[in-house]
């Protein structure tokens, strides 16, 4: 059965009413998306079954956390009553690469903008290869599109808050499913309306899950830049000098000469700079951390003996 919402210690699961507990002895614990079986007497969750992928992001508290597993698109849902920023975007692709689903653009709220062509365009340059939709619920425009590209699929929205992930939803689920709220009037901002991440049947098939809209996409340690969101950079960097071009101050760049001439866009290399450095800035936390770990253990080792001396004496 499909894991549809999570509890402490017990799961719901589509077409069941009511929570599963989930045994301690049940590794690794459920999360959105998985698959678990039920035991015979249908009275508890029995066993996970072998995750296709996992969504993860870095945890603002520290580590990671997995946002859902089995995911085939990963929909980046952005709301056109603010601007679209291209460096949050481009780290949720990210996400979605890493996790090897497909990420899909969804530039929504299209009824408050008069143009949309100049933000779609925006995000195309700066994500070549990437699906970009615009839609409107409230006018029901291009949802249409969106709901076609995810029959069959397990899809996943994320975006900030407000932006209009718990509305889409709603219209591809075809009923209220999951709440809405008004953002702030001056700033846009949402009021983070929704807080657990939640999966629902797609009426023509497939899953969406619903999840609480996030500040920040931070990259989790080990994350490896896909080839296909630079495959641009890649293609290029075969012709530069240095094998472990930078593509930040060495002679014979074939990257850099690529955005003199015109060829790449700038946009490109200062988010391939950008996303290359916060990746190695994500290692060296993770290096940092498992460091400490290694050193508290090491304590705990060298002061064991001594304690029980300690107590030997008593
Ligand atoms: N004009 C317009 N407003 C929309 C559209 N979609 C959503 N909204 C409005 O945007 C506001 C926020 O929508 P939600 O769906 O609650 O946003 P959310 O992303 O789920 O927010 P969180 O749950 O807080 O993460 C609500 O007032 C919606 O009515 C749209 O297509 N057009
Ligand atoms: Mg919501
Ligand atoms: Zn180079």
Not at 110 to 137: F, K, M, R, W, Y
Request: with cysteine.
């Amino acid at each position: 059965m499909l894991v549809t919402s999570t509890a402490a210690g017990s799961v719901s699961v589509v077409g069941r009413d009511g929570n599963l507990p989930v045994p301690r002895s049940v590794s690794p614990r459920p999360i959105v998306g998985d698959l678990v079986m039920v035991s015979t007497e249908g009275d508890r969750v029995a066993a996970v079954w072998p995750r296709r992928n996992v969504l993860r992001r870095a945890d603002p508290g520290g580590g990671e956390q997995i946002l859902a597993a089995n995911v085939d698109v990963v929909a980046i849902v952005c709301g056109l009553d603010r601007p679209v920023k291209a460096g949050r975007v481009q780290r949720a692709a990210a996400l979605a690469w890493d996790c090897g689903a497909t990420p899909v653009v969804v530039l929504t709220k299209a009824d408050v903008v008069a143009d949309t062509s100049g933000v779609q365009s925006q995000v195309l340059t700066a994500n070549p290869g990437i699906e970009v939709l615009v839609l409107s619920v409230a006018a029901d425009t291009g949802v249409d599109a969106l709901r076609t590209r995810l029959v069959g699929q397990s899809a996943v929205v994320l975006g900030e808050s407000g932006s209009g992930k718990s509305t889409l939803t709603n219209a591809l689920v075809g009923h209220d499913a999951s709440q809405v709220a008004a953002v702030r009037s001056g700033d846009r901002k949402g009021r983070h309306t929704t807080t657990d991440r939640h999966l629902f049947e797609l009426p023509e098939g497939g899953w969406l899950i619903d999840t609480p809209g996030i500040r920040a996409v931070g990259l989790p340690s080990g994350l490896a830049l896909s080839d296909e969101q630079f495959a641009d950079i890649l293609e290029l960097s075969a012709d530069c000098r240095f094998r472990d071009c930078t593509h930040t101050s060495e002679p014979q760049c074939a990257v850099q000469a690529a955005v003199a001439d015109g060829v790449l866009a700038p946009i490109r290399l200062e988010q391939w700079l950008r996303l290359t450095a916060e990746i190695a800035g994500a290692e060296r936390r993770s290096d940092v951390h498992a460091q400490r770990e290694f050193d508290r253990k090491r304590t705990k080792e060298i002061y064991k003996p001594t304690m029980a001396m300690k107590y030997r004496d008593r």
